[in-house]
């Protein structure tokens, strides 16, 4: 779990933060005082930092960039699915559940993240409305930075209508959350114009300068989002839901957003002489790195642990979702769990790539 000298290690940060969050709602379903202010803007933030890292100017063509995000993205989605939806299939088969086994699949390729649609891993809705994001930003950002924001807030106010209008039924229908990518492309537009004006090392060198301007902020702004976020109601982006106001849905997600951030920077920046300390910095940056694996494969991980714990304590699996004690324990499992096969996974595209280079070489 060494860190890579390569990455910025606040983005790792952000990242596994995010993802914990994440976790954590998939467990404990009820969104009081504590989970509606992080939910609101969780997954905003990740299409910020997929922005924050866009440059267009590597790929000459849309079809080179597209090339290269389907097979970076949308290659890893289908097999995650799959995998994940045979897992689906043969527990509720072995259990005799009667449910429809082959429609979760033939969903695979619909990718839409509201309703009942992909029941056996819903969170990989994310993936294909990135990619949609990044298709709609590859040509939008072609355009000068002021033309560039224009249009994203005009694209998220088409988003909003999707969601909220009176057709919002029919919106909901559409393939690879179409609806979600024009709602939040406004977020992945602002990590890559952010960006055209400040490197990332130098907004971390920002941040760290005014140390004590980003502690107050923190301090100012994190009552303020759980105050407003508890009257805003329940976020999710995947299943088109903005709260009793996209406005201010849109307000308290760049508010978390701008909390978490200034947050991760100082935490990756505490200079504290312990091995401990170290440890558990390290551990964080490894799953901010592997946030991807650990989002494709925690929904069965922390199923089978809440069955498991529920048959242990002859209980529903409705009661552990809902007590607290059994949520941390399921929590910091499944984060175990998923660690040791992000591990696994990432030692088996190391051995897969020195093979393809090996056959290369010959």
Known sequence: MKPQTNRVAYLDMLKCLGMFIVVQGHIHPDYG??????????????????????RREKFPT????????????LLPYAMFSVLTWAFW?????????????WGPLLQTLFAQGSGTF?????????????????????FIDKLSVRWNVVVCVACAFIGVWM???????IFKLLPWSI????????????????????????????????????????????????????????????????????ILFYINAFIGIVTIFLFSVLICNIKWDSKLWKWIIDYHLFFGRNSFYIMATHVPVKGIIMVGIAGLLH????????????????????????????????????????????????
């Open 89 to 101: 299939a043969a527990y509720n088969t072995a259990l005799h559940n009667p449910v429809d086994l």
């Open 315 to 362: 209980k529903s699996v409705g009661f552990v979702s809902y007590d607290y004690l059994c949520c941390a324990i399921v929590f910091a499992v499944t984060c175990a769990i998923c660690s040791v096969l992000a591990l696994l996974i990432g030692k088996q595209k190391q051995i897969d790539h020195q093979l393809i280079e090996k056959l290369r070489n010959k």
């Open 118 to 138: 992909l029941v056996h891993n819903v969170p990989l809705w994310f993936i294909p409305c990135l990619f949609v994001i990044e298709s709609m930003y590859y």
């Open 62 to 73: 849309f079809g080179a960039f597209a090339a290269h995000r389907a097979k970076t993205l």
């Open 163 to 169: 969601i909220t209008g009176a057709y919002s039924n």
């Open 179 to 246: 609806e979600s990518a024009f709602a939040a492309i406004i977020f992945y537009c602002t990590g890559n114009v952010l960006t055209k004006y400040r490197s990332l090392k130098q907004i971390e060198e920002a941040i760290v300068a005014k140390k004590g301007i980003a502690i107050a902020s923190i301090a100012i702004l994190t009552p303020i989002l759980v105050y407003s976020s508890y009257w805003n109601g329940h976020i999710s982006l995947g299943s088109d839901l903005l709260g009793r106001s996209p």
């Open 33 to 54: 005082w504590f989970s509606l202010p992080i939910h609101s803007y969780v997954i905003p933030l990740y299409f910020l930092l997929s922005g924050l890292t866009f």
